[in-house]
C-alpha cells in the first residue's frame, strides 16, 4: 500500500520526528548533564556513532546475549564462543554474523573458524574484541568491491588478509 500523500501526511510526519527529536535531545541533555567534566563535542559524536553502528549491527544480523549464544552452540561448542562482542546497555552481546551452521549436527551452529585466526591477529597488534567486530561491518578498499568483510565471509582467506593489512597498517 502506497503511503499516503498531501499535506496532512507532511504535517504528521514533520510533528513525529520534531517529537522525536525533543525527546533524543532531552535524553541526550540528561545523559550529559550527568557527567560532571566538561565533554568535549567530539567525544559526544564519537560516543554516538558507536552506538549508532551497534544498533545497526543488531538491526542487520541480530545480537545475541552470552547465554543466548551459548544454547545457540550447544553443550560442546559453547565453550568456542569468540572473544568478539560488543556492549550496549550494559550487555555483553554477540553479532549473529559470528556463527554458521555446524556441518556435523552435534549443535544446530558454530563458531565461523575464520574467527579463531582473527582473534589471533587482533591479539598481535593490540586490537579490542569491539574493534574487530566495528571493522567487519565497515567498508574496506582491500575488496574490489569496497564492501565490509562480513560480506566476504564466503571468502576466509581474504578477510584474514584484509584484517591483517588492516590491523598492520595502524602500527
Known amino acids: ?4 500523500e498531501g499535506p496532512s501526511y507532511q504535517h504528521e510526519a514533520s510533528g513525529t520526528v520534531r517529537a522525536r527529536s525533543a525527546e533524543t535531545t532531552s535524553a541526550v541533555f540528561r545523559a550529559l548533564e550527568s557527567v560532571d567534566g566538561d565533554v568535549s ?3 559526544a559524536r564519537s560516543v ?3 552506538i549508532n553502528l551497534v544498533k545497526q549491527i543488531g538491526r542487520e544480523f541480530g545480537l545475541l546475549t552470552e547465554s543466548e549464544a551459548q544454547v545457540m552452540l550447544g553443550g560442546e561448542n559453547a ?3 569468540p572473544g568478539f562482542w560488543v556492549r550496549y546497555r550494559g550487555e555483553t552481546l554477540y553479532p549473529a554474523f559470528l556463527f554458521e ?3 556435523g549436527r552435534e549443535a544446530p551452529m558454530r563458531v565461523r573458524p575464520l574467527l579463531k585466526d582473527l582473534k589471533e591477529i587482533a591479539d598481535d597488534y593490540d586490537w ?6 566495528l571493522w567487519m561491518t565497515s567498508p574496506t578498499t582491500f575488496f574490489a568491491d569496497h564492501g565490509r ?9 581474504k578477510v584474514i588478509a584484509a584484517f591483517e593489512d588492516a590491523a598492520g597498517s595502524l602500527m
Do not use: Y
Not at 579490542?128 to 567486530?133: H, K
Not at 568483510?149 to 582467506?157: C, F, K, N, Q, T
Open 1 to 4: 500500500m502506497a503511503a499516503p
Open 41 to 43: 563535542p567530539q567525544l
Open 48 to 50: 554516538q556513532a558507536h
Open 79 to 81: 565453550p568456542d564462543l
Open 101 to 103: 551452521p555446524s556441518p
Open 128 to 133: 579490542s574484541c569491539q574493534s574487530v567486530v
Open 149 to 157: 568483510p562480513v560480506d566476504h565471509l564466503h571468502e576466509p582467506a
